[in-house]
């Protein structure tokens, strides 16, 4: 049984700065491509990184690069997803998502989300 589990979400003031994890168990990670999404209220489920198995390779939306920085750890079965500069269009919720085409997916399996939001 695959389990996605987000944490480190909360509350910043625009500019400021988030690191998000995702913990996954029941899964051959390392061999999973990976991503994350976010969903602001009253807007579709949105694309904001991913990086692939192997290679390593990674894409970013373009209204995140060079402000969020993907990463993953496949010894701890982690994925990262390092947010600076944070703006209030940033305000959403963010969702970790594995077991999918690289960079957009579909993804498979879906963690349960966790809130950022970001204050002018």
């Known amino acids: 049984q695959v389990q996605l589990v987000e944490s480190g979400g909360g509350l910043v003031q625009a500019g400021g700065s988030l690191r998000l994890s995702c913990l996954a168990s029941?899964?051959?990670?390392?061999?999973?491509?990976v991503a994350w999404f976010r969903q602001a209220p009253g807007k579709e489920r949105e694309f904001v990184a991913a990086?692939?198995?192997?290679?390593?390779?990674?894409q970013y939306a373009d209204s995140v690069k060079g402000r969020f920085t993907i990463s993953r750890d496949d010894a701890k079965n982690t994925l990262y997803l390092q947010m600076n500069s944070l703006k209030p269009e940033d305000t959403a919720v963010y969702y970790c998502?594995?077991?999918?085409?690289?960079?957009?997916?579909?993804?498979?399996?879906w963690g349960q989300g966790t809130q950022v939001t970001v204050s002018s």
């Open positions: 998502a594995a077991g999918g085409t690289f960079p957009l997916g579909p993804y498979r399996y």
């Open positions: 990086i692939n198995s192997g290679s390593l390779r990674k």
């Open positions: 029941g899964v051959t990670f390392r061999i999973f491509n």
